[in-house]
């Protein structure tokens, strides 16, 4: 039982900065989405729960559109 007590002493933490990382992410991915009316986009990144990286992939992929724009 001791084990366990250990895990929870620095696992809640990690796991709070993951849920926070990913919904930060999410949520600028899914603003942009919207508002480029990219609805397979909106839907996969709701959908998906990726740690961040689909609304990343997002983001770097619409930034290097309107670079080129």
């Known amino acids: 039982m001791e084990i366990f007590q250990n895990y ?3 696992f809640l933490p990690i796991f709070i900065v993951l849920v926070l990382w990913d919904v930060v992410w999410k949520v600028i991915a899914m603003w942009k989405s919207a508002r480029n009316n990219h609805l397979i986009w909106f839907i996969c ?15 770097l992929i619409q ?7």
């Open 8 to 10: 929870s002493t620095w």
């Open 45 to 59: 990144i709701t959908i998906f729960n990726t740690i961040g990286i689909l609304p990343i992939v997002y983001i």
């Open 63 to 69: 930034r290097k559109k309107d670079l080129h724009l």
